[in-house]
């Protein structure tokens, strides 16, 4: 069952940056808007960013100005640069296709910690 890879995640401190990678088996090219999402502890899934292949791109209020999506169609990877992170921020974040009816199965996410 094919499923998006997420990395990138890691530990940092507040203020810090992150660079997050989004790849499948497949090629993702064929996948008209991808987005990121995030899950916190006891909290439901929640949209972050999304990416669509006419080049715009919408963003979570709560990350405006902060984070950047963006998709490179050669290496078949799509990233998101989170910048000024927030202990809110603290969350496993995934990729998936924006539209639901193209989405593959969830996979595992990467874990981003922000916390001095």
């Known amino acids: 069952q094919e499923q998006f890879v997420e990395s990138g995640g890691g530990l940092v401190q507040p203020g810090g940056s992150l660079r997050l990678s989004c790849t499948a088996s497949?090629?993702?090219?064929?996948?008209?808007?991808m987005a990121w999402y995030r899950q916190a502890p006891g909290t439901q899934r929640e949209w972050v960013a999304t990416?669509?292949?006419?080049?715009?791109?919408n963003y979570a209020d709560s990350v405006k100005g902060r984070f950047t999506i963006a998709r490179d169609r050669a290496k078949n990877t799509m990233y998101l640069v989170m910048d000024s992170l927030k202990p809110e921020d603290t969350a496993v974040y995934y990729c998936n296709a924006a539209l639901a009816t193209m989405r593959l199965s969830w996979g595992q996410g990467t874990q981003v910690t922000v916390s001095s």
């Open positions: 497949g090629s993702i090219s064929r996948f008209p808007a």
């Open positions: 990416w669509t292949r006419d080049g715009n791109t």
